[in-house]
């Protein structure tokens, strides 16, 4: 996620620098656009990605601290 004065942007996909998204894997990206969407619609996905990401931080410090999976 990216915010500036102007506008702001959210960047989601699947491409990463493994040996596979280089030679064969489809790897796929979207860009969102706060001007090109709806207000409520972007922060909605904003919304989303932040709790998704929150999550995910919450389950390494989990799984880093022996807590186990869940």
Known sequence: MFHNPIDSE???GSS???????????EWNYRFLKSNAPNEKFY????????LIMKSINWLFKVLLNEGFS
Do not use: P
């Open 16 to 26: 990463n620098i493994s040996r596979g998204a280089l030679t064969s894997y489809i």
């Open 10 to 12: 959210i960047y989601i």
């Open 44 to 51: 909605e996905f904003q919304d989303k990605l932040e709790a």
